[in-house]
């Protein structure tokens, strides 16, 4: 029976969708089609998707009402105009351009607010935020606290920014050379790790003291926020939504997927107060997305994207989402399964390098852990590791991270304690066979963000 930390769905449910397992042998058949890649599986024949959060989340009834006025015209749409009032009494910025995910946000704010040759130090990368720099000439630099890249060690904030880290960097290449910081709130690939309220006045005072930009990317600002309400001093008694807004007073913009957070299942982002770059981000926006009034979103979409932006900040909400992905962790801990600790805010992340010590990084542990984890329970989970990490871009070598992870990330609002408890069965199942678990070698490997198609086969 759940305890007091785990606190019950604070919604009941209207609407099913039934899920099934499909038996083992086949299990076995389609893994293999699939080129060992989760990705490349069909959702029919998953049973547990825990593949991502990203668009997969179950949407209230207020949203589904909303969808039901949408204004489709082709230019100012009311619906737009909602979305925008929303966001900006949200976050504090001044303007606001929208576009179809979080990817296009990222595409806009590199092409307009990079010089080639410039530096976008992170608190370390996302994939899809790294490809957009790089390809508009940017230098990627992690400057994440070390403690974000051990599993084992307890940080309250595993996603702060090293200050030293910076300074050394401003020391290096001068702070002409520094685009912006991109600092994430939450980092997804350190395991959904928070960033501390301290941390980012630190980050801005150092930034004012050298006019450096800097821009959030605040796809799971939400989940953030309760954690600094949960674990900073002072914080304990204000509302989610004045943390949020708090949080970005700090940064001159951001990007968003609304597709997390933002409970919908598509939509994104980017926010700024500079005007020059809101004029360039918006004479952009046309080519790329669509018009400055729905960026690639359907008007529908956007009225459920601004009732689902309200919806994030409901006290209640967030700490159901926070709690029931550390009630999964919670068990796996308890079972002795390595896991990235503290569980973060949007997923519970294997350490395959611990669960798999009998396989080399270039056997792609993360990827043939994932692969199994799905063999043996229909659970379709990803790799967040090597293969993700991709090549450097100059030299075609493999960038190793020091993280190797197999993320089990929850949709909100779409799966109870009672999937938590079928899905932490399974791994412990397969963490008692772990030798079992066999490597992986590259049957096709795609020159750009290789893990969304990637095919392998087993060694
Ligand atoms: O998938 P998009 O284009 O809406 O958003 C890209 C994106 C940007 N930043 C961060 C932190 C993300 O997590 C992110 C997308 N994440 C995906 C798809 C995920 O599965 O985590």
Not at 81 to 90: F, R
Not at 288 to 296: C, F, L, N
Not at 329 to 357: N, S, T
Not at 441 to 446: G, L
Request: glycine residues 8%; neutral net charge; proline residues 4%.
């Amino acid at each position: 029976m759940l305890d007091d930390r785990y606190p019950a769905e604070p919604f009941r449910i209207k609407s099913v969708e039934p899920v099934r397992m499909i038996d083992r042998e086949t299990r076995e058949k389609v893994i293999k089609e699939a080129g060992y890649n989760t990705f490349l599986l069909k959702s029919e024949d998953v049973y547990i998707d825990l593949l991502t959060d990203s668009g997969t989340n179950a949407m209230s009834d207020r949203q589904w009402a909303g969808m039901m006025i949408g204004d489709e015209a082709y230019a100012g749409s009311k619906n737009w105009l909602h979305l925008e009032s929303t966001i900006k009494e949200m976050f504090g910025f001044k303007h606001v351009i929208p576009t179809h995910q979080g990817r296009g946000a990222e595409n806009l704010l590199s092409r307009t607010a990079i010089k080639p040759g410039q530096y976008t130090p992170g608190n370390m990368y996302f994939t899809t935020t790294r490809y957009h720099q790089e390809a508009n000439g940017g230098i990627f630099r992690d400057i994440v606290i070390d403690e974000a890249h051990d599993t084992i060690v307890y940080h309250p904030f595993k996603g702060n920014i090293d200050l030293n880290k910076l300074q050394a960097l401003i020391d290096e290449v001068g702070a002409s050379q520094i685009a912006y910081v991109c600092l994430a709130v939450t980092v997804n690939l350190a395991g959904g790790q928070p960033v501390s309220i301290e941390n980012m006045k630190a980050v801005r005072k150092l930034c004012d003291k050298y006019g450096i930009k800097i821009y959030y990317d605040t796809t799971r600002c939400v989940e953030n926020a309760y954690f600094i309400k949960e674990r900073e001093e002072g914080y304990a008694n204000k509302s989610i939504a004045e943390i949020v807004r708090e949080m970005h007073s700090f940064a001159d913009g951001c990007t968003m997927s609304g597709k997390k957070d933002g409970i919908t299942n598509i939509g994104g982002f980017l926010c700024m107060n500079d005007d020059d770059l809101f004029v360039q981000a918006r004479e952009l926006v046309v080519v790329y997305e669509g018009m400055p009034s729905y960026g690639g979103m359907t008007g529908r979409d956007m009225e459920a994207f601004a009732i689902g932006l309200k919806e994030s900040v409901q006290e209640e909400y967030i700490e159901h989402r926070v709690k029931q992905v550390r009630y999964l962790g919670d068990l796996l801990i308890a079972a002795g399964v390595p896991i990235m600790e503290p569980p973060g805010g949007h997923a519970v992340f294997l350490d395959a390098k611990r669960f798999c010590p009998h396989l080399a990084h270039e056997e792609f542990p993360a990827q043939a852990l994932a692969a199994n984890l799905y063999l043996e329970s229909g659970v379709r989970s990803m790799e967040r590791g090597i293969v993700s990490a991709g090549r450097d871009i100059k030299t075609g070598k493999n960038h190793a991270p020091k993280l190797e992870l197999v993320r089990l990330t929850i949709p909100r609002r779409v799966y109870t304690y009672a999937h938590m408890d079928v899905v932490a069965k399974a791994v412990i199942s397969l963490y008692k066979n772990r030798d079992k678990i066999r490597g992986l070698r590259f049957v096709y490997e795609p020159k750009q963000l290789r893990f969304f198609t990637a095919r392998f086969e087993e060694i």
